[in-house]
């Protein structure tokens, strides 16, 4: 059992390249999210997806995308990478809405660093 | 507005003594989730403790518990005879509305040998 899996680890982009990070999860969870943490900011919610082929936005969408399009995958696209972009992402799954309390499972996270 | 605030960016604690992180949050609603994860150094993020707000009694996993305080909208996390492992980053998290789970920004707690 992997859990939530993440890749790559550690990524650098030119500004204007894009780039799709992959999150997947083997324990048929509904909820997925992506976050990004930076420094003295915690984590933000970018996108979130409650099941396959729903997705909506969190607290910083732009510049990403999102598609779900099986129970397992959630991968997040960057279109245009902008140094602005540089963080640590995370996603995460849980079985049922935080808002009932269910634990979110996070990946190891991927290191995006844009120049 | 809906916030989570964690005023202590940094704590520190020596080994098997006590150590209490705060965090306060605003909403309107009546019955939510409360949650503290931990982030160590590996950067996986691991779920601590949660507490439910309508339930009196706060809740325990071992050395973790909070002291939850509604009316104050005030749930700090207590741990009790601080191990070298417990050093991490915590963060205080809230589910605002449709599965928008809000983090605070972290303590960062330091374990004194």
């Known amino acids: 059992n992997a859990g939530v899996t993440q890749t790559p680890k550690f990524q650098v982009l030119k500004t204007g390249q894009s780039m799709t990070l992959q999150c997947a999860q083997d324990?048929?969870?509904?909820?997925m999210s992506w976050y990004r943490q930076d420094p003295g900011m915690g984590l933000r919610l970018i996108h979130y997806s409650v099941g396959a082929g729903i997705t909506d936005q969190g607290e910083v969408p732009n510049g990403y995308n999102v598609s779900r399009s099986t129970t397992e995958d959630f991968p997040l696209r960057l279109l245009s990478a902008a140094p602005s972009q540089t963080s640590v992402y995370f996603c995460?799954?849980?079985?049922?809405?935080?808002?009932?309390?269910?634990?979110?499972?996070f990946g190891p996270g991927t290191r995006l660093l844009v120049l | 507005a809906q916030t989570v605030t964690q005023s202590q960016p940094e704590m520190s604690v020596q080994e098997a003594e006590t150590v209490t992180l705060s965090c306060t949050y605003d909403?309107?609603?009546?019955?939510?989730?409360l949650f503290w994860y931990k982030q160590p150094p590996s950067r996986q993020m691991i779920l601590v403790i949660r507490q439910e707000a309508y339930k009196q009694q706060n809740a325990t996993e071992n050395r973790f518990s909070v002291n939850f305080q509604k009316a104050a909208k005030s749930f700090s996390l207590k741990i009790s005879d601080s191990q070298l492992g417990d050093a991490a980053m915590y963060f205080c998290a809230f589910p605002f509305g449709n599965e928008k789970l809000t983090f605070g920004t972290g303590t960062r707690l330091t374990i004194i040998p």
């Open positions: 324990m048929n969870h509904e909820y």
């Open positions: 995460a799954s849980s079985s049922h809405s935080s808002t009932g309390g269910e634990t979110q499972y």
């Open positions: 909403t309107s609603e009546s019955d939510y989730y």
